[in-house]
């Protein structure tokens, strides 16, 4: 099978959907390296790159284009799709297409398969920019009904895909995700107490890793935090993620009103090694996302033993299981009774449901899944 891969970006500092671009695609080359690469990032050095051909998305394509190098990306890629697909694919020998990300031909006979992993942008338009909501609205619907194959990476995306782009059933595969396991795994006690050190952590803490975006609804654990009792005065909330993106202006302003400062701790974003030693002694890890496409996140903590509490919505439940607590309301009273009882559990107990249910994921077998997804889409 001469496979063909649609890597728009590669990341210097993967996250989200850049760790998920980086597992899959470095396991399926590795398995099918009669293949070529066609990206938009083609200068991104990676090892799983070396072995195969690597091709530039749409290099003819607005060669005087003056905005941002982000958009002028988006642009070449979606005219790529358009266009030159359908006579680029072919030259190259391609019997079939697997796009990672919800991006795919709407041209060409060449048969593609298409990753879907959520509809945030359509459920929560204000977390994301108008191009994306817009071609997540309009386009992104063109590209799944010309694509042999579309696969989601949970059942909770798949049953959203069908409902909102109306595509048959049996058209819609789910393969999940999974954790590097040689990264989230528990930590030593030397570990943990060198990165808490580091980040001037001496007590419990909740922990929270991800973006700002007010759909991520982190204003609900801030004002849970305010209603502890007393004997959880000493623990912090401790906050992962960019603060130059999303909503975090808002967060902020309430932790000041509500008089939290000194119990609401921001790290910006760390070190991969530095987030798993950080889950490994969480009190317990707080995510009380409105709408996820799977919740890697939370898939991570239980992986380091982690006491996990999540929204009971959405992929949520699929993923957390019975590894940690599903949260039902949105309420500060509800979220801070559950942080309560979290605080009070034997953590022994709670760290083996957290181990085994995280070990239900693993990328060998989604990588495994996806590549027979790709074969019979090829050979159909």
Known sequence: MRLGVFIPVLQDRPTGLGVYIEEICSRILRL????????????????????VEVKSIGARLLPEFTVGAGARRRARR???????????????????????????PLV???????????????????????????QTRWLLPLMLKHARAVVAVSQNTRRDVIQTFGLAPERVSVVG?????????????????????????????????GTFSRHKNLRVIVEAMARLPESAGDVVLTLVGRTDAGHYAE??????QLGLTSRVKVLGYVSRDSLAALMSEAAAFVYPSRY???????????????????????????VVGVGGTLVTGETPEVWGRAIEQVLMADRSSVRRGALEQAARFQWDDATAALLDVLRRTARV
């Open 251 to 256: 967060l902020e302003t309430r932790v000041r």
């Open 292 to 318: 996820e496409g799977f919740g890697l996140a939370p898939l991570e903590a239980m992986a380091c033993g982690a006491p996990v509490l999540v929204s009971n919505v959405a992929s949520l439940p699929e």
């Open 108 to 134: 060409g006979r060449v048969p593609s398969c298409v990753v879907v992993h959520d509809l945030t942008a359509l459920k929560y338009p204000d977390a994301y920019d108008r191009l994306t909501v817009a």
């Open 177 to 209: 995700e999974g954790y590097d396991c040689a990264v989230f795994r528990p930590r030593d006690a030397f570990e943990v107490a060198e990165v808490r050190a580091r980040h001037g952590l001496g007590g419990r803490y909740l922990l929270y890793a």
């Open 32 to 51: 099918n390296p009669n293949a070529v690469v066609y990206t938009g990032t083609p200068g991104v050095g990676r090892p799983w790159l070396e072995r």
């Open 78 to 104: 979606l005219l790529w799709l358009a266009s030159e697909v359908a006579l680029q694919l072919p030259q190259d020998g391609v019997d079939v297409l697997f796009s990672p990300v919800q991006e795919g």
